[in-house]
């Protein structure tokens, strides 16, 4: 796997522009996980220690609320930096990072950040994209959760996670990783009962199909209608010149929008496995 993995990095933004040496002295000084889906990466409130990337896989960040609730703030994609709070001088995480299907995580200890940033083309800007994009998620739905009704968020939440990590199947765009009502209803800030109202009346009318854990969206064109979305479904992303491919389904993404939460201590996940930082 060794090999693999080294390839796999130097596919990643921040790593594009490394040689193969400086590949494998990379790769030699991080930590390489090999995760379950449902695994907790690091805790919200436990102090920050190593920035990580995701090699393969997906990402959730789950806040907690005072009574216990979750609420999913995003998907991370593979090929990003996250847990990267040190870069702000961020003492704890503010999230739960949560593997959402099967995955690879790189880890670094934070006294590598600064050399990394110095030393290699491209890492500081494409950290520095990452915190803009995610920036723009968030204020994003922030906007979304206060202005459009419930049907029209969970229509721009299924086309935001088919542009991030969607995959060509069979009778339409299938949501890369597994996905439940129920997270459905924690990102849109509604119930599990609306959820499965609307995606039972959605896969008669031939927008969605709906099974256990995963979704398909089989018009993206008219949920995006439905949505309010001016983004054109399947219109590509232009290339980058550094020859980075993202990858996922090839459609502009509808962007993350999220609700700003008061900081509570992260508890109340005996179902998911930790992973020690």
Known sequence: ?????????????????LDQRQLLETLDLSEVRRLRGGAVVFDEGQPIRRFHLLLSGS????????????????????????????????????????????????????????????????????????????????????????????????????????????????????????????NVADMTGTTLHTVSRLLSDWEKRGLVQSRRCRIVVTDAARLSVMGGSTASIGAKEPERRDGYRKPCFDAVPIRARVVMRTPVTSRGYPSQARVAT
């Open 1 to 17: 796997m060794r090999l693999l993995d080294i390839a796999e990095l130097g596919r990643t933004p921040p790593f594009v522009h």
């Open 59 to 182: 990402i959730r960040f789950v806040r907690l609320t005072a009574d216990g609730s979750q609420i999913i703030v995003l998907h991370i994609p593979a090929g990003q930096l996250f847990g990267i709070g040190t870069a702000l001088g961020q003492i704890t995480h503010q999230v739960t990072a949560i593997t959402a299907d099967d995955s690879v995580v790189l880890s670094w200890p934070n006294p590598l950040w600064l050399t990394f940033s110095g030393a290699y083309l491209g890492f500081a800007a494409e950290a520095l994209r990452t915190f803009g994009n995610r920036a723009d998620e968030m204020s994003d739905r922030l906007v979304e959760l206060s202005t459009k009704l419930v049907e029209q968020r969970i229509a721009c939440a299924l086309l935001r996670m088919i542009g991030q990590s969607g995959r060509t199947v069979a009778g339409g765009v299938e949501i890369g990783f597994p996905i439940t009502r129920q």
